[in-house]
């Protein structure tokens, strides 16, 4: 996989995922990776604990662990970079609660995301059934205005997964081109990268995250992209990243941003 890294991967820790931190690391090692970073799901800082599913996130007491593990692992394994990095939904009015949360680790990047509309956590299997109850242009509308005033908080290194509202399939009649043009030009106004998250080949869906049409915008409007494969067990670490890069080639992308300490840097695109 040559120059190929990847920024999104899970861990038991999450509680949907198989593996320990250290089999991603030495996956990615065997697998030519040259880099690797972590974004477990952070804990549902904006439930009451009675409320928090240990099946979607890591539970508070197992945060610092976390955190100290991928940076052991920093030190165990010098032939790889490895990146301390976390996942944090952006949940509209908690935002002073996340920074909080945030602030005492030494991130390299913290990626955000939005899995939940008015409470509905629509990317939970246990739960796809509520589509039925939206119409599907307007759901679209709502969730991407979600992920702008993700963008617009200042919190956030890189958006994950931008378009995972399509996942189980559910798109619009026609491509929501405007929709997408808006959230594209308002994306960089914020400067945010965007990640390219494969697990999309992998989903319903059947595409990248972003899809073909997002993506088109994204370029024209000058928005960076990183890379991740939202691996949930270790044999998915940089699963389909390589196509993901000819995707981007193919769409006229030269460039993706890497993170050190949430500085970031350009790197050219891998295989360029």
């Known amino acids: 996989m040559g120059e190929l890294f990847d920024y999104h991967m899970h861990t038991y820790l999450c509680g949907h995922a198989v593996g320990s931190a250290e089999e991603y690391v030495l996956a990615a090692i065997q697998g030519g990776l040259v880099e690797v970073g972590f974004a477990e799901h952070i804990p549902m800082y904006w439930l009451p604990p009675a409320q928090r599913d240990p099946t979607i996130a890591m539970p508070e007491e197992s945060f610092e662990g976390y955190v100290r593990t991928v940076l052991d692992l920093r030190d165990a394994y010098p032939e790889i970079t490895v990146r301390l990095g976390v996942e944090a939904d952006y949940v509209p009015g908690h935002e002073d609660r996340l920074e909080a949360i ?4 030494p991130w390299d990047y913290v990626y955000g995301s939005v899995h939940y509309v008015d409470g509905w956590g629509f990317d ?3 739960y796809k059934h509520r589509y039925m109850e939206w119409q599907i242009e307007t759901l679209y509308e709502r ?3 979600l992920m702008i005033d ?17 996942k189980w399939g559910h798109r619009p009649a026609s491509p929501p081109t405007e929709l997408y043009r ?10 945010v990268p965007v990640e390219v998250n ?6 319903a869906c059947a595409e990248l995250y972003p899809g073909p049409e997002l993506l088109v915008e994204l370029l024209a409007a000058g928005v960076p992209f990183t890379l991740g494969s939202d691996a949930h067990m270790p044999k998915d670490v940089g699963r389909d990243l390589d196509a993901a890069v000819r995707q981007l080639r193919a769409a006229g992308c030269e460039s993706l941003v890497q993170f050190d300490e949430r500085r970031r840097s350009v790197v050219p695109l891998p295989g360029a």
């Open 198 to 203: 494969s697990a999309g080949y992998r989903r």
């Open 143 to 145: 969730y991407f205005a």
């Open 124 to 126: 939970n299997p246990a």
């Open 150 to 166: 993700a963008a617009q908080t200042g919190i956030f290194d890189v958006l994950g997964h931008l378009d995972v509202i399509k």
């Open 102 to 105: 945030l602030a005492p680790y």
């Open 182 to 191: 808006t959230v594209a030009l308002e994306l960089a106004k914020c400067g």
